[in-house]
Protein backbone atom coordinates (compact mmCIF):
# COMPACT_ATOMS: atom_id res chain seq x y z
CA UNK A 1 0.00 0.00 0.00
CA UNK A 2 0.91 3.49 -0.84
CA UNK A 3 2.12 5.87 2.00
CA UNK A 4 -0.22 7.90 2.76
CA UNK A 5 -0.03 11.73 3.88
CA UNK A 6 -2.42 13.68 5.66
CA UNK A 7 -2.23 16.91 4.01
CA UNK A 8 -0.59 19.36 5.98
CA UNK A 9 -3.46 22.29 5.96
CA UNK A 10 -3.49 25.15 8.96
CA UNK A 11 -6.16 27.73 7.97
CA UNK A 12 -8.20 29.62 9.94
CA UNK A 13 -10.96 32.31 9.79
CA UNK A 14 -12.51 34.20 12.59
CA UNK A 15 -14.70 37.16 12.90
CA UNK A 16 -15.59 39.02 15.98
CA UNK A 17 -14.95 42.09 18.44
CA UNK A 18 -11.80 43.61 19.73
CA UNK A 19 -11.46 42.96 23.34
CA UNK A 20 -9.20 46.15 24.45
CA UNK A 21 -7.22 48.43 21.78
CA UNK A 22 -4.30 46.55 20.24
CA UNK A 23 -0.59 46.25 22.16
CA UNK A 24 1.92 47.57 19.73
CA UNK A 25 5.75 46.98 19.53
CA UNK A 26 8.74 46.30 17.57
CA UNK A 27 11.04 43.80 17.58
CA UNK A 28 14.97 44.49 18.30
CA UNK A 29 15.49 44.65 14.27
CA UNK A 30 12.38 47.15 13.97
CA UNK A 31 10.04 44.35 12.97
CA UNK A 32 6.32 45.87 13.53
CA UNK A 33 4.24 43.48 15.72
CA UNK A 34 0.51 43.93 17.17
CA UNK A 35 -1.06 41.50 19.44
CA UNK A 36 -5.04 41.85 20.26
CA UNK A 37 -7.66 39.82 21.07
CA UNK A 38 -11.54 39.18 20.12
CA UNK A 39 -14.58 37.41 21.07
CA UNK A 40 -16.10 35.86 18.80
CA UNK A 41 -19.71 34.53 19.77
CA UNK A 42 -21.43 31.27 18.98
CA UNK A 43 -25.76 31.37 19.31
CA UNK A 44 -27.86 28.34 20.05
CA UNK A 45 -30.39 26.76 21.27
CA UNK A 46 -30.28 24.50 24.41
CA UNK A 47 -31.99 21.46 25.10
CA UNK A 48 -35.17 24.00 26.78
CA UNK A 49 -35.56 25.65 23.28
CA UNK A 50 -33.64 28.72 24.63
CA UNK A 51 -31.25 30.73 22.83
CA UNK A 52 -28.10 30.66 24.56
CA UNK A 53 -24.63 32.73 23.35
CA UNK A 54 -21.43 31.43 24.09
CA UNK A 55 -18.51 33.37 23.85
CA UNK A 56 -14.66 32.43 22.53
CA UNK A 57 -11.59 34.95 22.82
CA UNK A 58 -9.11 34.20 20.02
CA UNK A 59 -5.82 35.61 20.39
CA UNK A 60 -4.36 37.23 17.44
CA UNK A 61 -0.91 38.64 16.19
CA UNK A 62 -0.04 40.40 12.93
CA UNK A 63 3.41 41.57 11.62
CA UNK A 64 4.72 43.98 9.35
CA UNK A 65 2.72 46.76 7.89
CA UNK A 66 -0.56 44.22 9.26
CA UNK A 67 0.79 45.16 12.40
CA UNK A 68 0.74 48.84 11.62
CA UNK A 69 -2.57 49.33 9.85
CA UNK A 70 -3.76 47.37 12.76
CA UNK A 71 -2.38 50.41 15.32
CA UNK A 72 -4.11 52.70 13.23
CA UNK A 73 -7.66 51.29 12.41
CA UNK A 74 -8.32 49.17 15.96
CA UNK A 75 -9.65 50.61 18.98
CA UNK A 76 -11.56 48.24 22.20
CA UNK A 77 -14.70 47.18 20.43
CA UNK A 78 -13.93 46.89 16.65
CA UNK A 79 -15.06 44.72 14.69
CA UNK A 80 -12.85 42.29 12.54
CA UNK A 81 -12.93 39.44 10.14
CA UNK A 82 -9.42 37.44 10.42
CA UNK A 83 -7.96 34.97 8.41
CA UNK A 84 -4.45 33.42 8.82
CA UNK A 85 -3.14 30.75 10.30
CA UNK A 86 -2.46 28.74 14.14
CA UNK A 87 0.96 29.08 15.58
CA UNK A 88 1.91 28.04 19.54
CA UNK A 89 4.66 29.47 21.11
CA UNK A 90 5.94 28.54 24.56
CA UNK A 91 8.36 30.66 26.85
CA UNK A 92 9.30 30.54 30.97
CA UNK A 93 7.65 32.83 32.76
CA UNK A 94 9.53 35.21 35.52
CA UNK A 95 8.23 32.83 38.04
CA UNK A 96 10.08 29.99 36.52
CA UNK A 97 7.04 28.14 34.97
CA UNK A 98 6.34 27.06 31.54
CA UNK A 99 3.95 29.03 29.69
CA UNK A 100 2.38 28.29 25.83
CA UNK A 101 -0.52 30.21 24.35
CA UNK A 102 -2.26 28.97 20.84
CA UNK A 103 -3.36 31.77 18.76
CA UNK A 104 -4.03 33.31 14.86
CA UNK A 105 -0.93 34.54 13.00
CA UNK A 106 -2.73 36.75 10.89
CA UNK A 107 -2.96 36.59 6.96
CA UNK A 108 -5.57 38.92 6.29
CA UNK A 109 -7.75 41.11 7.98
CA UNK A 110 -10.64 43.06 7.08
CA UNK A 111 -11.86 46.06 9.52
CA UNK A 112 -15.42 45.64 9.55
CA UNK A 113 -16.38 49.26 10.79
CA UNK A 114 -16.61 51.83 8.71
CA UNK A 115 -14.26 54.77 9.44
CA UNK A 116 -15.10 57.81 10.23
CA UNK A 117 -13.29 60.91 8.87
CA UNK A 118 -14.38 64.91 9.01
CA UNK A 119 -16.40 66.47 6.64
CA UNK A 120 -13.98 69.44 5.95
CA UNK A 121 -16.94 72.12 4.79
CA UNK A 122 -19.30 72.02 7.69
CA UNK A 123 -16.90 69.88 10.44
CA UNK A 124 -19.76 66.87 10.36
CA UNK A 125 -18.48 63.21 10.81
CA UNK A 126 -19.20 61.27 7.84
CA UNK A 127 -18.90 57.67 6.91
CA UNK A 128 -16.32 56.63 4.52
CA UNK A 129 -16.52 54.19 1.88
CA UNK A 130 -16.67 50.76 2.32
CA UNK A 131 -14.48 48.59 5.44
CA UNK A 132 -10.92 47.83 3.90
CA UNK A 133 -9.36 44.86 3.84
CA UNK A 134 -5.35 44.99 4.68
CA UNK A 135 -3.17 41.68 4.09
CA UNK A 136 0.42 40.77 4.04
CA UNK A 137 0.95 40.62 0.76
CA UNK A 138 -0.23 44.13 0.31
CA UNK A 139 2.41 45.51 2.02
CA UNK A 140 5.37 43.35 2.32
CA UNK A 141 8.04 42.80 -0.78
CA UNK A 142 9.07 39.36 -0.07
CA UNK A 143 6.79 36.40 0.76
CA UNK A 144 8.20 34.43 3.47
CA UNK A 145 5.90 35.87 6.23
CA UNK A 146 7.18 33.27 9.09
CA UNK A 147 9.13 35.69 11.53
CA UNK A 148 9.42 33.65 14.32
CA UNK A 149 12.89 32.25 13.53
CA UNK A 150 14.15 35.71 13.79
CA UNK A 151 12.85 36.05 17.33
CA UNK A 152 15.06 35.58 20.36
CA UNK A 153 13.94 34.35 23.50
CA UNK A 154 13.54 38.13 24.53
CA UNK A 155 11.70 39.43 21.94
CA UNK A 156 9.32 36.33 21.60
CA UNK A 157 8.71 37.14 25.30
CA UNK A 158 7.55 40.80 24.21
CA UNK A 159 4.73 39.40 22.74
CA UNK A 160 3.46 37.03 25.15
Known amino acids: MADLRMPEINY ?8 KDPIFRQTTNNT ?13 RDSS ?28 GSAVLVDGELQSRSWKSDDGH ?8 ARR ?6 RLKADGE ?8 EPEVFTEED ?11 FLSNEESNLIK
Open 12 to 19: VIVAGNLT
Open 32 to 44: PVANFSIASNRKY
Open 122 to 129: NGHVVEAE
Open 109 to 114: IQFLNR
Open 98 to 105: NRSIVEIK
Open 49 to 76: NQWQEDVCYVGIVAWNRLAESCRERLRK
Open 139 to 149: HSSFNNDTFDK
